[in-house]
């Protein structure tokens, strides 16, 4: 499993260099090598978001699975959602 700060500095990373980038105070061969760098981290970045949101979403997901005020039809969504949401964290976890 990799560790939730690695991806939090990740995410941190790629929205400085967002901000930088965007700034209209930066010279040219400083834009250049932070937009390489800010292409490689945008390739990761989906799966880095979706990696670290993950144990929120299983856990409201787990939620309505246990709500027994939930019709069945809910219950079975979730239940869905939440293997589909396993299985893309696996994914991202290898990314």
Request: glycine content about 0%.
């Amino acid at each position: 499993m990799v560790p939730l700060s690695k991806v939090k500095d990740l995410i941190a990373k790629h929205s400085k260099l967002e901000k930088e980038l965007s700034s209209q105070e930066i010279d040219k061969k400083s834009f250049a090598e932070k937009s390489k760098e800010y292409s490689d981290l945008s390739e990761i970045i989906k799966a880095a978001v979706s990696y670290f949101n993950f144990q929120k979403n299983k856990d409201e997901l787990e939620n309505l699975i246990n709500d027994n005020d939930a019709d069945k039809e809910m219950r079975d969504l979730a239940i869905s959602e939440l293997n589909e949401l396993e299985k893309n964290n696996q994914n991202n976890e290898k990314k």
